[in-house]
């Protein structure tokens, strides 16, 4: 019943910048908890961060340098990412949960840092 369309990915140099976008339609994303993964190849999936209400977590390898944010009018999640690192290369998903309600995962985003 709920769709997430991410969007934003791509290549980025080192200590460069994205900023990838999660659109979600069939219910507002102010209903869920929103959550960006990340999975590289031969790794597993990773928890990036996490907003709920109004609290925010992220991972110990992102803190300060990605921001997770809801814009309710827009319906959309969004994960910014300064100062990338090639570590961070991985394809990046978006996923909606609440009890009760289920979960949805977005298509994935790949997004390639490098020289």
């Known amino acids: 019943q709920v769709q997430l369309a991410q969007s934003g990915g791509g290549l980025v140099q080192p200590g460069g910048s994205l900023r990838l976008s999660c659109a979600a339609s069939?219910?507002?994303?102010?209903?869920?908890?929103m959550e960006w993964y990340r999975q590289a190849p031969g790794k597993q999936r990773e928890l990036v961060a996490t907003v709920s209400t109004i609290l925010t977590n992220y991972a110990d390898t992102v803190k300060g340098r990605f921001t997770i944010s809801k814009d309710n009018a827009k319906n959309t999640v969004y994960l910014q990412m300064n100062n990338l690192k090639p570590e961070d290369t991985a394809v990046y998903y978006c996923?909606?949960?609440?009890?009760?309600?289920?979960?949805?995962w977005g298509q994935g985003t790949q997004v390639t840092v490098s020289s």
């Open positions: 069939g219910d507002n994303v102010g209903n869920y908890n």
């Open positions: 996923r909606a949960w609440r009890i009760l309600r289920g979960e949805y």
